[in-house]
Nanobody
Framework: QVQLVESGGGLVQPGGSLRLSCAAS????????MGWYREAPGKKRELVAR???????DYADSVKGRFTISLDKAKNTMYLQMNSRNSEDTAVYYC??????????????WGLGTRVTVSS
């Protein structure tokens, strides 16, 4: 009923910037919260940042001061602005969302991911 589609990944040089987008569509009553996770080669999936409807945010220590998460409620789209990127940021980034899909139900959804590569 709900689909998450990530976009904006690609190849960037060290120190460069990139903005990821995650568009949610389908039977959405309300988005309770959304977050970005990433999975680097040889590492487990980890939380990058998340945001809730009350504007509260959480960031991994490794990205604080460099990444900014935001949510456009009108468009049901979440963004991740990534600045000062380094090689450690190379990973597949996944969108996650906690969405109210019915008056009495909610669900957790995942996108298929978008690959980000930081290289010269």
């Amino acid at each position: 009923q709900v689909q998450l589609v990530e976009s904006g990944g690609g190849l960037v040089q060290p120190g460069g910037s990139l903005r990821l987008s995650c568009a949610a569509s389908g039977s959405i009553v309300r988005i309770n919260g959304m977050g970005w996770y990433r999975e680097a080669p040889g590492k487990k999936r980890e939380l990058v940042a998340r945001i809730r409807s009350g504007e509260s945010t959480d960031y991994a220590d490794s990205v604080k001061g460099r990444f900014t998460i935001s949510l456009d409620k009108a468009k049901n789209t979440m963004y991740l602005q990534m600045n000062s990127r380094n090689s450690e940021d190379t990973a597949v980034y996944y969108c996650n969302a906690d969405i109210r899909v019915h008056i009495a139900d909610r669900g957790e959804f995942w996108g298929l991911g978008t690959r980000v590569t930081v290289s010269s």
